[in-house]
């Protein structure tokens, strides 16, 4: 085999494994639930979010307040403008309105926590970052 067709083959390998890996380290966001706060013009929304190992959560921000137990697992959670936070399974923490974050998963098991948000009526909970 030349050298070439060497790096060719092992540059195709590494892309693919690359990209193996990403699509697998993303995390995800389930809605459970959603329901209209009467009097305010808000709406409470409930999510499970799940990081494998590795992953991360996209950046994004929500449209009102969040707040966040996390069921199982160890992350770093990284506001704009704040030091990174580590959490581990039992801890809760708070995003204010508008901030852009994102979680990494540090552990060795899935991280999940349960977000509640407090929202603009309307409006989808999770908004990415641009």
Do not use: C, W
């Amino acid at each position: 085999m030349t050298l070439r067709k060497a790096l060719v083959s092992g540059t195709a390998v590494l892309l693919l494994a690359v990209g193996y890996a990403i699509g697998q380290s993303a995390g995800r966001f389930k809605e459970l639930q959603r329901h209209e706060i009467p009097g305010t013009g808000m709406e409470g929304v409930t999510t499970v979010v799940e990081i494998p190992p590795g992953g991360v959560s996209a950046r994004h921000s929500h449209p009102g307040v969040d707040f966040g137990y996390l069921i199982e697992g160890t992350i770093v959670l990284q506001v704009d403008g704040k030091a990174p936070v580590t959490l581990h399974g039992g801890d809760v923490f708070i995003t204010e309105r508008g901030r852009i974050h994102n979680a990494r998963n540090i552990g060795n098991t899935v991280a999940r926590a349960v977000d509640t948000y407090v929202i603009d009526k309307g409006r989808p909970g999770v908004i990415p970052a641009p």
